[in-house]
């Protein structure tokens, strides 16, 4: 498996911001689809944001549209979540993730369809 590199985690007072970065050291970033999802204390592993690589298309949880974006940078290669007006709802740890499947819209939120992941990045909101 390849493995993937979250960075940009850290403690943010409610009301600001992060962005999150996802690389593949010492290659192309993988797959046809990826992914961040994150992992609250407590509760289960949730969907938050996916991008495909075709043709860009996003897709994010409802609850988060809005607050999050996702994006590819082809030449710095990694994948990214602007994550703005942060609640401590948002703590989490985060994790990117990738499939060399095209995933359809309603698989994207399916975390067992994705292949390769990161060791995730601790995000704390709290004041």
């Known amino acids: 498996q390849v493995p993937l590199l979250e960075s940009g985690g850290g403690w943010v007072q409610p009301g600001g911001s992060l962005r999150l970065s996802c690389s593949a050291p010492?290659?192309?970033?993988?797959?046809?689809?990826m992914a961040w999802f994150r992992h609250p204390p407590g509760k289960g592993r949730e969907f938050v944001a996916a991008i495909k690589r075709a043709n860009g298309g996003t897709s994010y949880a409802s609850s988060l549209k809005g607050r999050f974006t996702i994006s590819r940078d082809r030449v710095k290669n990694t994948l990214d979540l602007q994550m703005n007006s942060l609640k401590p709802e948002d703590t989490a740890v985060y994790y990117c993730a990738a499939t060399d499947s095209r995933l359809i819209t309603s698989s994207l939120a399916s975390d067992e369809l994705y292949e390769y992941w990161g060791q995730g990045t601790q995000v704390t909101v709290s004041s």
């Open positions: 010492g290659r192309a970033f993988p797959g046809n689809t």
